[in-house]
T-cell receptor, first 110, second 116 residues
């Protein structure tokens, strides 16, 4: 069985400050892991993916995530938030199927 | 290359009615899936398919049926609609399963369903 837990339902940061969105996973096997973003009333867009290559994964728009097997974590970070980063972010774990976390809503204050 | 298409975009049903949400992809993807998205609950997997003729249940399959007669199409059937099925439904597809799970999924634009 596989599952994913996003530790914060809502994160609020000021523009220009770092972003940290936390994700822990549970899986019997080495999984693939993904982060998706969904802007209001829009579809889902892939930010980045981990598929057993480099543990530090770089994605689009300055986001990156680090796979830590010992901590079963795959946290998403960005050095400096932009107003356009305000959206819902989903962590996804994949082994036999693909399971989504409940999502983290990121608010960016001016 | 249209990617993943879904029809209709919006639908209103009365309790007890049945309908089929259509999903098609033109990328020759093996894996297809249906999710429902509800506030505060993320996307929950309803059913998925790893290839033509093969389907399996996800987290919330009750009240829904699927079939996969071709690689391209993966329709979702609501047998007898209930207000609890009011949601946004997304179809997605993925190329194949690698050594460590599936590759990225491509999502359709979604169907917003209201059941009165």
């Amino acid at each position: 069985a596989q599952s994913v837990t996003q530790l914060d339902s809502h994160v609020s940061v000021s523009e220009g400050t770092p972003v940290l969105l936390r994700c822990n996973y549970s899986s019997s096997y080495s999984p693939s892991l993904f982060w998706y973003v969904q802007h209001p009333n829009k579809g889902l867009q892939l930010l980045l993916k981990y598929t057993s290559a480099a543990t530090l994964v770089k994605g689009i728009n300055g986001f990156e995530a680090e796979f830590k097997k010992s901590e079963t974590s795959f946290h998403l970070t960005k050095p400096s938030a932009h107003m356009s980063d305000a959206a819902e972010y989903f962590c996804v774990v994949s082994v036999n199927d693909m399971r989504f976390g409940a999502g983290t809503r990121l608010t960016v204050k001016p | 290359n249209a990617g993943v298409t879904q029809t209709p975009k919006f639908q209103v049903l009365k309790t007890g009615q049945s309908m089929t949400l259509q999903c098609a992809q033109d990328m020759n993807h093996e894996y297809m899936s249906w999710y429902r998205q509800d506030p505060g609950m993320g996307l929950r997997l309803i059913h998925y398919s790893v290839g033509a003729g093969i389907t399996d249940q996800g987290e919330v399959p009750n009240g829904y049926n699927v079939s996969r007669s071709t690689t391209e199409d993966f329709p979702l059937r609501l047998l007898s609609a209930a207000p609890s099925q009011t949601s946004v439904y997304f179809c997605a597809s993925s190329l194949s399963r690698g050594l460590a799970g599936y590759n990225e999924q491509f999502f359709g634009p979604g169907t917003r369903l209201t059941v009165l």
